[in-house]
């Protein structure tokens, strides 16, 4: 994900390619998740035997090395990818190639299994549960049930439903005998299917071989949580006055940071603000890939001009109402 804070048009445009590239509740999963195990009863609705799954998920992610080939479609668009995740000394190493479309690849090294991130703690269900409260299955609801078969593994499947309509659900196939995600859905209002990810091919060894003729390499990076972006801001502190009940930022963005990024363990948007040399007309600009919601619009604040701009895996709706409560700090 770039860590880019003024919106420039080539920043936008790179940063919604390895935001597309990595959609935050398939690839992520396969990269970040961290969930531990599971009662649930100060939660009547969270189904124990699905957060245990999920441990299991987050488990293979420090012992298991694997290599794949992975779709993801979106629509009539299908891409075809190339992952890849090795464990070596504490640390695991990850790499995503596009073998369709620009070619694209992502890669991040040398991330420490110890690093735990904010949307880490949200999915420690276990630890809100023992606490007597439900953390994130205040926001979705988890079951469990038999899977499918994917790329010749038998999954068993988590289905993840949203408590309001400011989020998606999804649909999670794992691997039986790892833990390891290998299909997800995501599912929006009327049960539409919004885009699937899924392997092709697994096969699980200790590395993979680079695709060729790679045009666009990109590098995640990877900032402390709690440590401020660097960059350029936007001149006065700013403020998001709402956002979805369970959301919290993913770091320590300075107030007039040109970029905020929040998380509720599943869902990530980022909100974009630059100021304007000059006033443009109103209106609203709105595109979606798949789960992913790329919302524009033009305000005036406080008589200034400014475009906002929200992307991630939110309803449209969702990227509105988080966009009409920005407003400059006093």
């Known amino acids: 994900m770039s860590n880019a804070v003024q919106m420039t048009g080539r920043s936008k445009r790179?940063?919604?390619?390895?935001?597309?590239?990595?959609p935050g509740a398939k690839i992520a999963a396969i990269f970040m998740f961290a969930v531990s195990g599971a009662g649930a009863a100060t939660c009547p609705d969270a189904d124990p035997q699905a957060?245990?799954?999920?441990?299991?998920?987050?488990?293979?992610?420090?012992?298991?090395?694997?290599?794949?080939?992975?779709?993801?479609?979106?629509?009539?668009?299908?891409?075809?990818?190339q992952v890849s995740h090795t464990v070596v000394d504490g640390s695991s190493y990850e790499r995503l190639t596009e073998l369709t479309g620009q070619g694209a690849r992502v890669v991040r090294t040398g991330h420490p299994l110890d690093c735990v991130h904010p949307g880490h703690k949200l999915?420690?269900?276990?630890t809100d549960l023992?606490?007597?409260?439900?953390?994130?299955?205040?926001?979705?609801?988890?079951?469990?049930g038999d899977g499918e078969r994917v790329a010749g593994r038998q999954a068993v499947r988590?289905?993840?439903?949203?408590?309001?309509?400011?989020?998606?659900?999804?649909?999670?196939e794992l691997d039986r005998e790892t833990g390891l995600l290998l299909k997800a859905e995501t599912v929006g209002r009327g049960d539409e299917r919004l885009e699937k990810f899924q392997f092709a091919d697994l096969s699980f060894t200790d590395?993979?071989?680079?695709?060729?003729?790679v045009n666009l390499v990109h590098e995640a990076m990877h900032p402390h949580p709690e440590e401020s972006q660097a960059g350029n801001g936007v001149g006065q502190s700013w403020r998001i006055g709402w956002v979805p009940k369970g959301f919290v930022t993913t770091d320590g963005a300075r107030d007039d940071a040109g970029r905020k990024t929040f998380t509720d363990g599943l869902a990530v948007f980022s909100v974009f603000l630059e100021e304007l040399a000059r006033e443009i007309r109103p209106g609203e600009g709105v595109v979606r890939n798949g789960s992913t919601t790329s919302y524009t619009r033009g305000l005036q604040l406080a008589t200034?001009?400014?475009?906002?701009?929200?992307?991630?895996?939110v309803p449209v709706n969702t990227a509105r109402m988080v966009a009409d409560s920005i407003a400059w700090v006093p």
């Open 14 to 22: 790179r940063w919604l390619l390895s935001f597309s590239l990595i």
């Open 51 to 81: 957060l245990v799954w999920l441990e299991k998920m987050s488990d293979s992610l420090r012992r298991v090395n694997y290599h794949g080939v992975v779709t993801l479609q979106r629509g009539d668009d299908m891409q075809v990818m």
């Open 123 to 126: 999915l420690r269900a276990s």
């Open 130 to 144: 023992q606490a007597g409260r439900c953390g994130i299955a205040e926001q979705y609801r988890f079951s469990v």
């Open 158 to 172: 988590v289905r993840i439903e949203p408590r309001d309509m400011y989020r998606f659900g999804y649909v999670l």
């Open 207 to 213: 590395s993979g071989q680079d695709a060729a003729d």
């Open 304 to 313: 200034r001009p400014v475009l906002v701009t929200v992307i991630g895996e």
